[in-house]
């Protein structure tokens, strides 16, 4: 299906980064709807520029998207990958039970609590060429880093024993799909609704660290712009667009 719909793929045994292999690839003059995945992958990064390590066994992968309607609704886009990959790990052999996957605003997916994969966007405007956004995605599959400022987790340490060939083949197939559903950002009320529904901390108290400053008060929603709503104590609401997230009755933010 994702072959059908205009999707190619490049593999790396170890790269740097596939993301920016990704906007190399654009800077050449690809097309888009390019898959690049590696094996091992050891200059890689996530959110504020913070290493993400893939060791031999995790996925490492990045979609080149090169669309003329992307613009101001591309960050929508995180969330129908988040939805995605959550499905694509629901669709592999895994024990008995069904997997407790939790999405967590803006783009992780959490395992009881503990970080099992992360999504980054990266746009960079390319001259002559439609909008460029770039979607990392890391999976920790076999091991979970260990020197990281929060919980994390690996799928095997969860009980599903895939590999992240077969992962990847499950989420290029899911977001076929779901790209399908958000359609340009027409059909992200759509997307909007499914994510909120497998969503950690709705309803629950949140501090969300945004720039210096830490905002506090009830994860009330996300809103049409994929936007936080945080609910203070006085009833007023604020809109996030980006911040570290930290859930519970804690005043601060993780760094």
Same mark, same amino acid.
Do not use: E, H, N, Y
């Given at each position: 299906m994702a072959r059908a719909a205009g999707y190619r793929l490049v593999t790396h045994e170890e790269i740097g980064s596939t993301s920016n292999e990704a906007f190399a690839w654009a800077r050449l003059g690809d097309p888009g709807r390019l898959w690049v995945v590696a094996r091992s992958q050891v200059q890689g990064h996530g959110r504020r520029g913070r290493a993400?390590?893939?060791p031999f066994g995790n996925l490492a992968a990045s979609l080149l998207m090169l669309e003329a309607d992307l613009g101001s609704?591309?960050?929508t886009l995180g969330f129908a990958v988040g939805l995605a990959l959550d499905s694509a790990i629901r669709a592999v052999p895994h024990g008995e039970g069904k997997p407790s996957i939790k999405l967590k605003w803006p783009n992780d997916l959490l395992w009881n609590?503990?970080?099992v994969a992360g999504i980054l966007l990266e746009a960079?405007?390319?001259v002559g060429s439609p909008n460029c956004v770039v979607i990392?995605?890391? $999976?920790n599959v076999r091991e979970a880093p260990k020197d990281v400022p929060y919980p994390a987790t690996s799928l095997a340490a969860c009980g599903i024993n895939t590999t992240a060939e077969a992962l990847f083949e499950a989420l290029a197939e899911a977001w076929v799909e779901l790209v399908a559903v958000w359609d340009g950002g027409r059909g992200f009320a759509t997307?909007?609704?499914?994510?909120?529904a497998n969503a950690v901390g709705i309803g629950g108290p949140i501090s969300v660290k945004v720039g210096e400053e830490? $905002?506090?008060g009830t994860f009330e929603t996300i809103d049409l712009e994929g936007r936080l709503i945080v609910r203070s104590d006085d009833g007023?609401?604020?809109?996030?667009s980006a911040g570290d997230v930290h859930f519970g009755a804690a005043g601060t933010a993780r760094p």
């Open positions: 993400w390590q893939t609704v591309a960050a609590g503990a970080k960079v405007p390319l990392g995605i890391g $999976v997307i909007r609704d499914r994510w909120l830490i $905002v506090s007023t609401s604020r809109q996030i």
